[in-house]
């Protein structure tokens, strides 16, 4: 299994431009989530999935979309990027609903908005 | 709602010293939490969790934690510390309905030869 994948790696946009942020697993996870890491602030959840066709928000989702056509890919979108999106950005995925169960991450994409 | 603190952004340790991460949860009701650790560019690898099946929890790498109601608290130790244990770790929560996890801001640990 590959697990959980991202891409691009590294992405540099201008102000104002769109782009897709790609996540996909191979684990059959129903719950998949992205969040968005900054210095000194953790991770903080942006969107999250818990199965084909629905999704909602987490903490921070302001300038971010995102849709879940399949169980495998959760792409998240950024409409009109910003300086503030400057960031890196983790998808992560879980087998179940349940709390207790360990969720895997990505590699992450490293993002800058100039 | 659930949250955690992580005492300490930065810990800086001498090889083969202990290795003690702190981390204080507030939960309203009995709570999932994790210890992540995170190697620089790399993403998220779990190093345990507690699901209140034992308070005492062994995770990967030498690390242990344990859970104590009375102190709402998770600390992560290892005996003796590695040079490759120098990473970011993150303690987590599980978050509302348990759907998501509700992250500290980590404490980043160094150690010197």
């Known amino acids: 299994n590959a697990g959980v994948t991202q891409t691009p790696k590294f992405q540099v946009l201008k102000t104002g431009q769109s782009m897709t942020l790609q996540c996909a697993q191979d684990m059959n996870h129903e719950y998949m989530s992205w969040y968005r890491q900054d210095p000194g602030m953790g991770l903080r959840l942006i969107h999250y999935?818990?199965?084909?066709?629905?999704?909602d928000q987490g903490e921070v989702p302001n300038g971010y979309n995102v849709s879940r056509s399949t169980t495998e890919d959760f792409p998240l979108r950024l409409l009109s990027a910003a300086p503030s999106q400057t960031s890196v950005y983790f998808c992560a995925s879980r087998i179940r609903l349940a709390g207790g169960n360990e969720q895997f991450f990505g590699p992450g994409t490293r993002l800058t908005v100039l | 709602a659930q949250s955690v603190t992580q005492l300490g952004s930065h810990v800086s340790v001498s090889e083969g010293a202990l290795v003690l991460l702190r981390c204080n949860y507030s939960?309203?009701?009995?709570?999932?939490l994790f210890w992540y650790v995170q190697y620089p560019n790399q993403g998220l690898q779990l190093l345990l969790k507690y699901t209140s099946a034992a308070t005492l929890v062994k995770g990967i790498n030498g690390f242990e934690a344990e859970f104590k109601k009375s102190e709402t608290s998770f600390h992560l130790t290892k005996p003796s510390a590695h040079m490759s244990d120098a990473a970011e770790y993150f303690c987590a929560v599980t978050k509302g309905s348990g759907y998501a996890l509700n992250f500290g801001k980590g404490t980043s640990l160094l150690v010197t030869p």
């Open positions: 999935s818990v199965g084909a066709g629905i999704t």
């Open positions: 939960s309203s009701v009995p709570p999932y």
